[in-house]
C-alpha cells in the first residue's frame, strides 16, 4: 500500500507515507514508506511528523514514545517545539564507484563516491493500520 500511495496521481513528486497506530496516550507503533526508498526501519523525521499529527488530532499526549522497527524513539512538547530523543547508527555502507571516464575530473582526483545501499528491511508482521491525513 505504501509504495500505491507514494505515486498516487495526487502526489506528482512523490511522496512519503507513514503508518500509524496508536498503542495508548503516549505510544504510536509507527510504519515508514520513504519516497524512492521503500519501506524503511525508522525515521526521526516520520516519527515527529507522526507524534505530531497524533498529538494534534487529541490521540497522543506528550511525551510520546514511537515504535518502530529499529526500535523505539522518545518525543516531547515543550510550548511550539517537538524535541526527538532516540539513538543513531549506520545501516548501510557502501564502496565508491569509479567511472572508467568522468567528465570535468582530472586524472588522478577523487571521484564521486556512489550513494550507500540501505539493508532490506524485516516485513511488518501486524495488522493493517489506519493512517492520519491533515485535513
Not at 523505539?72 to 526527538?84: A, I, K, S, Y
Amino acid at each position: 500500500m505504501g509504495a500505491e500511495l507514494e505515486r498516487h496521481p495526487r502526489f506528482p513528486g512523490r511522496t512519503n507515507v507513514s503508518f500509524i497506530r496508536v498503542v495508548d496516550e503516549h505510544t504510536l507503533d509507527v510504519r515508514f514508506f520513504e519516497r524512492g526508498a521503500g519501506e524503511t526501519m525508522s525515521s526521526g523525521t516520520g516519527s515527529t511528523g507522526a507524534a505530531a499529527a497524533a498529538m494534534a488530532r487529541g490521540l497522543v499526549k506528550s511525551p510520546v514514545r514511537v515504535l518502530t522497527p529499529a526500535g523505539p524513539l522518545d518525543l516531547r512538547q515543550e510550548n511550539d517545539d517537538l524535541f526527538l530523543e532516540g539513538p543513531a547508527e549506520i545501516v548501510a555502507e557502501g564502496q565508491p564507484v569509479r567511472p572508467s571516464v568522468q567528465v570535468g575530473v582530472p586524472q588522478g582526483a577523487p571521484q564521486p563516491a556512489a550513494p550507500a545501499r540501505p539493508r532490506p528491511p524485516s516485513k511488518p508482521t501486524w495488522p493493517a493500520l489506519r493512517t492520519l491525513t491533515a485535513s
